[in-house]
Every structure is written in C-alpha cells, then in structure tokens.
C-alpha cells in the first residue's frame, strides 16, 4: 500500500461546480496535512494547513481531516477557470518528512 | 510578500559533472528543505535541515548529495556526480514551524 493515495484525474468540471478532491494515507503518525496547488512547471503553492482531524475554510476552499478512516478533503466551492492546476496533498509527522501524494489535475471549464 | 528564490531556473550539465543549485529562503525561517520531482512524477523528499545540519533525509539523498547554509542566507544542493536519473525539478523549501513554502524550482537536465 502507498503511503499517500491520490488519484491523478484528471478532472474536468464546469465553471461554478463544486470540486471535491481527496487523498487517502496508510501512516497513522502523519499529523499536519497541506494541499498544494500547483501550476504548470511551477513550484507547490501552499493553499490549506490542518493540524490533526478537522475542518478548516479560506474562501473558496474547505479542508476536511478524518484521521480515523485516515482520509483528507478538499472541497472548491464556485470553481473558476484560474483554478486549473495540479492539486498535491501532503502531509508528515513531527520530523518535517513531508510526502506528498501524486497530484490530481483539474481542469475547470467556463 | 517574500518569496523564496532559486537559481538557475535551468541547468543543463554533462553525466559526472558537479552541480550547485542555490536557493535563498525566506528570512525568518529555520527549516529549510530540498525536493525534487522527476517530470511526470510526484513531488519526493529529499532532506531538512535545521540550525546548520541535516535534521531527516530520504533514501534518495545518498552520498552523492550535500547541503549547506554557508553565509546565513543561501541554502545550496550540491550533487557531486550527476547521472541521467538526477533530471528533475528540485525544489527548496523553508518553514518557520510546518507550514512549508516552496521557491519556483530549478530544472535539472542531465545530459
């Protein structure tokens, strides 16, 4: 089993859908969870950090840690063209080993 | 708002030559990190460093590979003798606690 499980996509929405992505993870020590977009030969771009199970907003975007079913969200609610990246979850225990998944690419129609 | 930088954006090297890739992190951090990512691959890590020595390192970050903050500012990767399978994009990184920012990457090309 692989440490981090993210299925690649792609995936095509249109303007103004709600997009859920998800990430699934075998090591229970892992307790800081991130999502990372990212562009096109460019670097991560850091966009939510939860520590530990739970829910946190920022705008558009909800992220959701069920460390029970070992299981991550991220929700993009009225999705908009510019939100067409590579979505990387990612997370780590207390020794800053950050792994990364493989990155769900979103392409979001107008 | 700071960023983190990397130079070069490109590097193209021969087989078994040594390459330096450079990064300045943000000032206020003091975990710094490199990754690399071989294209069409997931983002892997590589090693952390903190108050001026190796913290964690993967498997990948073998004796061919080393780091260093020599001046308070620049954080370096040095890879000694490069083959084929160092192409990638290697990213730098640097946290004040465990919120990791990245810089833009350096493109590695092997030749």
């Known amino acids: 089993q692989k440490e981090v499980e993210q299925d690649p996509g792609p995936l095509s929405v249109p303007e103004g859908a709600i997009v859920s992505l998800n990430c699934t993870y075998s090591?229970?020590?892992?307790?800081?969870f991130m999502w990372y977009r990212q562009y096109s030969r460019k670097g991560p771009e850091l966009l939510m950090y939860?520590?530990?199970?739970g829910n946190k907003e920022d705008g558009r975007f909800t992220a959701q840690v069920d460390k029970s079913s070992k299981y991550i969200s991220l929700f993009i609610r009225d999705s908009q063209p510019s939100d067409s990246a590579t979505y990387l979850c990612?997370?780590?225990?207390?020794?800053?080993?950050?792994?990364f998944g493989a990155g769900t690419r979103l392409t979001v129609k107008p | 708002e700071p960023e983190v930088t990397q130079t070069p954006s490109h590097q193209v090297t021969q087989m078994g030559q040594e390459v330096i890739l450079r990064c300045v992190p943000i000032s206020n951090h003091l975990y710094f990190y490199w990754y690399r990512q071989i294209l069409g691959q997931k983002v892997e890590f590589l090693v952390s460093?903190?108050?001026?020595?190796?913290?964690?390192k993967s498997e990948i970050f073998d004796d061919q590979f080393s780091v260093e903050r020599p001046d308070g500012s620049n954080f370096t990767l040095k890879i000694r003798s490069t083959k084929l399978e160092d192409s990638a994009m290697y990213f730098c990184a640097g946290s004040l606690l465990n919120e990791q920012f990245f810089g833009p990457g350096t493109r590695l090309t092997v030749l």
């Open positions: 939860t520590y530990s199970s």
């Open positions: 990612a997370m780590m225990g207390n020794n800053n080993d950050m792994r």
């Open positions: 460093f903190y108050n001026n020595e190796i913290s964690e």
């Open positions: 090591n229970s020590a892992f307790q800081y």
